[in-house]
């Protein structure tokens, strides 16, 4: 035996040959059947276990279906300090017991079904010979045998049911993020702003969007930029309010008219230098209020885009497709700003389904 001395380890000549001599391959432990293996009724229960773990996922799946079309939104539960709505909890409750009972099936099945006999492998160099690809793909073959998939069809045909009715719920759930969006549902919803309201016969007033008082074009001076909403968006409350403010959300600036390109087709959009776009930046919909003064450039804080409001908001710089979206705004007869039809292309970020044909590009006239 080695012993200290001085603070080190001595070792003598014992110990040395015991560090050289190898330890013996220990092998593996003799194989032991398993009950269920070798009990050919203990089999079968095993068998009924992952049936009915599977059947039940699949009721499951099925109730959760039921669920989301027979029990309404809105009726509250309440069990202590916990409240939710029934819907909410019954659906997920359905949809959560589909797939546990499909784990534990799959669990039953592999620890009861499966053969357990151990297996070795011996390390070799990273780079696999013929001989050690084609065993490989005996290894993966007789992994197969032995799980039973081959025997056992019923379980399969229940577990592929589970699995299958399992999305059913899921696919269901896609009704939740909309109507289905054709040209015409674009044209009434996301396209659409309340600017729409308006007709020459009856306007609507720009404000403040702060204040809420009517922008008068006297009082706008040349520089000056002014976020502003239509004077209608305080007719909408929750949900619509927001909505209609993320679309309808303007920028109202004045320019010197003989320093800005204002296309022949937009000179009526226009008071005396005084233009009105869309605030909602047209690559993800940032809303926009950086304004270089002596650029008349307006730059989205998100990714860079930059618009030319001096040259009917064209794309000069970033990610942007499109140009920013002009409104046509006049006076009325107290001399305020007003609207009198909604913007003549969609506002908001880009889409594979928008039509762009009529969106502004550089030479327009």
């Known amino acids: 035996m080695g012993h200290f001395e001085g603070g080190s380890l001595q070792v003598n000549d014992n110990m040395t040959n015991q560090l050289e001599r190898p330890v013996d391959d220990p092998g593996l432990e003799p194989h032991i059947p398993s009950w269920v293996s ?32 027979a029990i309404p939104h809105g009726i509250q539960i309440e069990i202590g300090a ?25 669990v039953t099945w592999g620890l009861n079904l499966m053969d357990d006999t151990d297996s070795v492998q011996q390390r070799h160099i990273p780079t696999s010979s013929d001989e050690a690809r084609t065993e490989a793909l005996v290894t993966v073959s007789e992994g197969i045998r032995a799980s039973g998939v081959g025997r056992r069809k019923f379980m399969m045909a229940s577990l592929g049911g589970a699995l299958g009715l ?27 702003t309340i600017f729409a309201e308006a007709t020459p016969q009856k306007p609507i007033r720009l404000v403040n969007d702060i204040s809420w008082k009517p ?7 040349i520089g000056q930029l002014i976020n502003a909403q239509p004077e209608n968006l305080k007719n909408y409350e929750g949900v619509e309010y927001q909505q209609e403010k993320a679309k309808s959300s303007i920028i109202i600036v004045r320019m010197d008219p003989a320093s800005i390109n204002i296309p022949a087709s937009r000179k009526d959009w226009q008071v005396s230098g005084i233009l009105c776009y869309s605030k909602i930046c047209t690559h993800v919909g940032c809303p926009i209020t950086l304004w270089e003064q002596q650029t008349h450039h307006l730059l989205c804080p998100c990714h860079q885009s930059t618009f030319d ?53 550089e030479g327009d006239a």
């Open 166 to 192: 399992f999305a059913l719920p899921l696919v269901v759930t896609l009704a939740d993020m909309g109507p289905w969006p054709t040209a015409r549902k674009r044209a009434n919803t996301i396209e659409r």
């Open 82 to 106: 916990f409240r939710s709505d029934l819907h909410n909890v019954v659906f997920g409750t359905t949809m959560g017991l589909a797939i546990f009972l499909i784990g534990v099936g799959a």
């Open 38 to 69: 070798t009990n050919p009724h203990a089999d079968k229960h095993a068998q009924g276990r992952v049936v009915v773990a599977f059947a039940v996922s699949s009721l499951c799946a099925l109730a959760s279906v039921v669920t989301y079309f």
């Open 309 to 361: 409001l001096g040259n009917a908001g064209h794309v000069v710089f970033g990610p942007a497709a499109r140009s920013l979206p002009q409104l046509k705004i006049g006076v009325d007869s107290q001399g305020y700003l007003i609207a009198t039809q909604d913007f003549t292309v969609p506002v908001g970020p880009s889409f594979f389904e928008r039509d762009s044909r009529n969106d502004y590009k």
């Open 215 to 221: 922008i008068k074009a006297a009082d706008v001076e």
